[in-house]
């Protein structure tokens, strides 16, 4: 899912955004920005003693938000701490955007097919996302209890996704539903799931999770 990015980054290169707009980019403080754009409040709950930022750019049947779920559950058994006590942040960014949308987006744009996905507790070929709504015939075994993005979401951990690689998912429903792309993104915004919070990019937030004293872990 590139085509959006893209073209997007090609506007912003040819200078097509406008100039007053490129004018306020220059001239007002960064900060100032990100206050009204941006949730960043997630930064001030990284005060623990462990801190880990993992970063999944591929959808790899989930893996990469399990072995976030994985460090969580060694760190706190053999230290003994509590899981809620160590600061887990995992950004969703390039096609890893795919697993902040819930299955709505999954069954209408047939993403499991697009990636080949499996469930990462049996290996069969799963038809949504592996990571949510593991209820009734698709919950997890016991050993895996807990690994779901919800179950991260509920303990504590911070989900970050990349506004920029949503508009990839939103270039997917323009051609599918050929629409607008205004009426695209504001679907594909109202199908990330609950408590995962956008940022400007899935860099930025990578690296903003490091300057707030994370270890760097590639999730996927």
Not at 24 to 30: A, G, K, L
Not at 58 to 86: H, N
Not at 156 to 166: D, E, F, I, K, Q
Not at 181 to 197: I, K, L, S
Request: net charge neutral; hydrophobic share 45%; proline share 4%.
């Amino acid at each position: 899912m590139t085509t959006g990015r893209r073209d997007f980054l090609e506007t912003m290169a040819t200078g097509a955004v406008g100039a007053a707009a490129l004018s306020s980019m220059r001239t007002e403080p960064v900060d100032a920005q990100a206050a009204r754009a941006w949730d960043l409040s997630w930064t001030k709950k990284l005060t623990g003693k462990y801190r880990a930022v993992f970063d999944v750019p591929a959808v790899e049947d989930g893996y990469g938000v399990w072995r976030a779920a994985i460090w969580r559950r060694q760190y706190a058994t053999i230290f003994g701490v509590p899981e809620t006590s160590l600061n887990t942040v995992v950004v969703l960014r390039h096609d890893g955007i795919a697993l902040a949308l819930n299955n709505e987006f999954w069954d209408r744009y047939g993403v499991a097919k697009r990636w080949n996905v499996h469930d990462p507790a049996t290996r069969q070929p799963f038809a949504r996302n592996p990571l949510i709504e593991r209820t009734g015939a698709a919950q997890l075994p016991g050993e895996f209890a807990g690994f779901a993005l919800e179950d991260l979401l509920k303990g504590g951990a911070t989900v970050l996704a990349c506004s920029l690689a949503l508009r990839d998912c939103a270039q997917l429903i323009i051609d599918q539903d050929k629409t607008r792309y205004e009426t695209a993104m504001e679907r594909v915004r109202a199908m990330v799931v609950p408590g995962v919070v956008m940022q400007p990019s899935g860099i930025f937030a990578v690296v903003l999770a490091q300057d707030n004293g994370c270890r760097y872990v590639h999730g996927s």
